[in-house]
């Protein structure tokens, strides 16, 4: 125990005499934090809409006028000729166009019908996907409202029609914040775990300290404990600036417990800080430590179910999920920021990540070797 002493003694003096490592651990979790959320919005809004009503009349009108209402499309143009509006487009000036036919208030009084055209300029395929769905979504209310009056007079018949009423759990509100903080949260939380690891060893061997300490009686488990506390203490830091910034910020209180919280953020260092550590141990100078946590970093990002939901992944990339740390990290903190979950709901994501924390420093004990 004396020896781990003095190892954690020096690991911490190395530390606060390093101002970089500092800054990492203090100001990047604030900037992010204050940024990230408000830059990751799923809500596409400012759509660019090119306007052709050929028809002119009352029922156009009114509907141009409840599309520009909504809040999510700009009327960049409004013409009659579709193919100065297709130019609109090709000029990255517009993202869709509608376009209103001749003879469409006819058409929707006497036919009970009429066709709309919507052009989309899909080269950015989410603002696509979801500029079309907004104004698909705006066009069946006008439907709606059209049918509702129309069913007053009495030469209409009325129909018969389901309502759907909805309620939203968890997030009753839609707040994508409250989707998007606690992921990034745990992203943040994993840069500056794995990181800081990955270059911890290699910059003894850079600086020529690892060779002192591998003359010296010191376990190769104590050396690696030595390196992970101090840094697990430091995770731990991060996490709690993040959720007082979470909740001052954008007065996100989980719904459950932060011994939840922390017990499950507590194992996951232990596992990401091995990982970094083992990483460690195979590099030879931190470029290429840094190298190898930033192509794994990416691959954590992006199959951890941040950005897209890991149900709608392919099924091979479903089971590096599996292998994921990150993804049951997000999944555990949006379990138990909205959902309210307990340590008997995420019994098993705490199995697997312990047996990813063993795995790891196992694995890097073993690695390490210590040369006279």
């Not at 091979?316 to 599996?322: L, M, N, Q």
Request: without cysteine; glycine residues 6%; positive net charge.
């Amino acid at each position: 125990m004396r020896v781990l002493k003095f190892l954690l003694q020096k690991e911490f003096r190395q530390i606060f005499r390093d101002p970089a490592i500092l800054r990492i651990i203090l100001i990047m979790p604030v900037m992010q934090l204050l940024v990230l959320p408000w830059a990751a919005d799923y809500e596409v809004k400012n759509i660019r809409l090119a306007v052709v009503d050929n028809d002119r009349s009352e029922y156009s009108r009114k509907l141009v006028n409840k599309i520009s209402s909504s809040g999510y499309f700009l009327i960049n143009s409004f013409d009659n000729s579709y193919n100065t509006s297709l130019k609109e487009i090709e000029s990255d000036k517009a993202d869709l166009i509608l376009q209103i036919p001749i003879h469409f208030e006819k058409d929707l009084v006497k036919e009970s019908e009429a066709t709309l055209l919507m052009s989309i300029n899909a080269i950015n395929g989410v603002k696509a996907n979801l500029g079309g769905a907004y104004l698909g979504s705006i066009i069946k209310d006008y439907n709606r409202e059209v049918r509702t009056e129309w069913i007053q007079f009495p030469r209409f018949n009325p129909e018969t029609q389901i309502e759907i009423t909805s309620s939203n759990w968890y997030n009753q509100l839609m707040n994508y914040k409250y989707f998007m903080v606690p992921g990034i949260l745990v992203i943040l939380l994993t840069i500056v775990g794995l990181n800081l690891a990955a270059l911890n060893i290699v910059k003894e061997k850079e600086i020529g300290t690892i060779e002192q300490i591998n003359v010296t009686p010191i376990k190769k488990y104590h050396f690696i404990l030595g390196k992970l506390i101090p840094f697990w203490i430091i995770g731990l830091l991060v996490l709690t600036i993040g959720l007082g910034i979470s909740r001052v910020m954008y007065g996100i209180i989980p719904s459950g417990g932060f011994v939840t919280i922390y017990l499950f953020a507590a194992v996951y260092l232990l596992a990401l800080l091995g990982l970094g550590l083992l990483l460690s141990t195979y590099a030879s100078n931190q470029q290429q430590a840094m190298l190898i946590s930033f192509f794994i970093m990416m691959i954590f990002i992006l199959l951890g179910g941040l950005y897209t939901s890991v149900d709608s992944m392919p099924e091979w990339a479903k089971v590096i999920t599996h292998l994921n740390p990150v993804s049951y990290f997000i999944d555990v903190m949006r379990m138990v920021v909205l959902k309210g979950s307990s340590l008997a709901d995420i019994k098993y994501h705490l199995i697997k990540m312990a047996g990813f924390a063993i795995l790891f420093n196992t694995w890097a004990v073993f690695n390490y070797r210590k040369r006279s």
